[in-house]
Structures are given as C-alpha cells and as structure tokens.
T-cell receptor, first 114, second 115 residues
Framework: AQKITQTQPGMFVQEKEAVTLDCTYDTSDPSYGLFWYKQPSSGEMIFLIY??????QNATEGRYSLNFQKARKSANLVISASQLGDSAMYFC???????????FGAGTRLTVKP | GAVVSQHPSWVICKSGTSVKIECRSL??????MFWYRQFPKQSLMLMATSNEGSKATYEQGVEKDKFLINHASLTLSTLTVTSAHPEDSSFYIC???????????FGPGTRLTVT
C-alpha cells in the first residue's frame, strides 16, 4: 500500500510567489520522520527539511517550511518567495519508527515562471 | 554537510556484462547504506539496505543474485549489476546514514545504460 502520497504531478508558480506542495502519509507507528527532498535535472537529491512526529512546532529552513497537520496526516511543503532555481522535482519521504528505510512519494515537478 | 560520492557518474555497458557502482561516504562513517533505483520520471524505489559487515537486506522483488551489494567498510558500499540487460538501465542512487535518526545523505547518482 502506498504510504506516501503526492497528488500533484506538476505545479506552476510565478517567481517571488509562495507555493505549497502537498504530501499525505499513512502510518500506524507513533514515531516517524517526514522529509522533503529537491531533485534538479542533474539528479542529485538535496535535503530540504525534516519534521519528526513528536515535534511540537512546524519545521522551517530558510524559505522552506513544513505545514505539519498530524491529525490529517499531511506534511505539506511551503516554499516562499519562489526563485527560478526552485524549478525541480520535489519528493516527500517518510521513515517509520526504528526502521532504517526511507520511502518516497511519486514526486511533484515544480516549475517557476519568470 | 556530509558528502556521499558515487563512481562512476554514468556508465554504458553491453548486455550480459557486469558493472560495479561504488558509493563512498567521504567525511563520515556510514553505519547503514541504502541503494535506490529511479526510472525516468518516476520516484526512488528502495532496492536494498546494507549495514557494514553484514549481508544486505533486499526489498521484495529485487533479485539479490543480480544486484550484489557489498558494504565492506564504514565508508564504502558497492552495487554490482550482474549479467546486465537493457531493462536494468536506470538511475541508481546510494544513500548513507550517519547514525542519528534523520541524518541520511544521498550520492549524486549513477546513470546506467545497457545496450
């Protein structure tokens, strides 16, 4: 069963605007971590932000923030003040409990328009 | 931040031959390394997890005799694709975990093309 769902195959945003990329997850483990990665056309996976299931506050890293709604099991990524260099694939991922493996969603391709 | 390297970055091989991909953690000791496979325009799919000095744990549907993983040291893991076929052509990405819960770093990937 798919544990990480990204329902937006593609998103467009105007430069300097904010954009929200959706991610929902499914787990019965009370301890888990949620991650967002950016993958530009070069293929490298760039870590953006992390949210632990027990974290009380939403994670923020510069222009990236994670809108963590635990009851809804959603972990949306918000990118503020979009830049042309933000155009890339974005993947949401989850690691459950003490398991080592990280599972990825299908990804969202973000295109920033000038 | 921690750096993970992969070599080669791209490789073309003939069908039936074997190819080895190296993954190194350059400035930290990786207790666990992961190998992912990514087809064009698709997500990363975990192939296997390896801990230094022990056998890799393969995901369901991944042939362990075809994709040989050796985690020889705390800084090196190798993936060998044996008797490669065109359907093995893909982007292979390794990842290394440093130890604390969320620290996991990705290599730049290796693009394999089997002709």
């Amino acid at each position: 069963a798919q544990k990480i769902t990204q329902t937006q195959p593609g998103m467009f945003v105007q430069e300097k605007e904010a954009v929200t990329l959706d991610c929902t997850y499914d787990t019965s483990d009370p301890s888990y971590g949620l991650f967002w990665y950016k993958q530009p056309s070069s293929g490298e996976m760039i870590f953006l932000i992390y949210q632990g299931s027990y974290d009380q506050q939403n994670a923020t890293e510069g222009r990236y923030s994670l809108n963590f709604q635990k009851a809804r099991k959603s972990a949306n990524l918000v990118i503020s003040a979009s830049q042309l260099g933000d155009s890339a694939m974005y993947f949401c991922a989850m690691r459950e409990g003490n398991n080592n493996d990280m599972r990825f969603g299908a990804g969202t391709r973000l295109t920033v328009k000038p | 931040g921690a750096v993970v390297s992969q070599h080669p970055s791209w490789v073309i091989c003939k069908s039936g031959t074997s190819v080895k991909i190296e993954c190194r953690s350059l400035d930290f000791q990786a207790t666990t390394m992961f190998w992912y496979r990514q087809f064009p325009k698709q997500s990363l799919m975990l192939m296997a997890t390896s801990n230094e000095g022990s056998k890799a744990t393969y995901e369901q549907g991944v042939e362990k005799d075809k994709f040989l993983i050796n985690h020889a040291s705390l800084t090196l893991s190798t993936l060998t694709v044996t008797s490669a076929h065109p359907e093995d052509s893909s982007f292979y990405i390794c990842s290394a975990r440093q130890g604390s819960y969320y620290e996991q770093y990705f290599g730049p990937g290796t693009r394999l093309t089997v002709t």
